[in-house]
């Protein structure tokens, strides 16, 4: 009789101190769950269960949750954003230095005060208009 390989169940064991070397090696944020997993050629199911009996900082009850590429990705969408703000509260500030100095030369130069002047006298205009 042939023994058929296809339902020879495949059982691995690995010892504690590895599963706590990967633990460790998770926790210290050299690697996540899935390139532990890719690099060893096991479930990440298993590693998440490791990190569950033998994380000094994760409890069993609580879910890991890796957001590692999505919050790195937002991180620099944020920075982006921040330069970009940045640049135009610069670019808004020039402008305003520039008006502010076509001001002062409107009124040194050609005697015209820009500014509002709440002093000022209102015109008289073109008259009165009838309200309707």
Do not use: C
């Amino acid at each position: 009789m042939k023994a058929s390989l296809g339902k020879i169940r495949k059982s691995r064991h690995y010892s504690e101190d590895f599963k706590k070397q990967l633990v460790s090696e998770f926790e210290s944020g050299k690697f996540s769950v899935l390139e532990l997993s890719r690099l060893h050629g096991m479930p990440f199911q298993t590693i998440y269960k490791w990190i569950y009996k033998y994380s000094h900082f994760n409890k069993h009850g609580y879910r890991v949750i890796e957001m590692k590429d999505s919050s790195q990705q937002k991180i620099k969408e944020l920075e982006q954003k921040i330069k970009m703000l940045e640049r135009t509260v610069g670019q808004k500030q020039i402008l305003i230095d520039y008006l502010e100095k076509m001001m002062e030369i409107a009124k040194e130069e050609l005697d015209i005060d820009i500014k509002k002047n709440y002093s000022t006298p209102r015109s008289a205009g073109s008259g009165n208009t009838p309200k309707k």
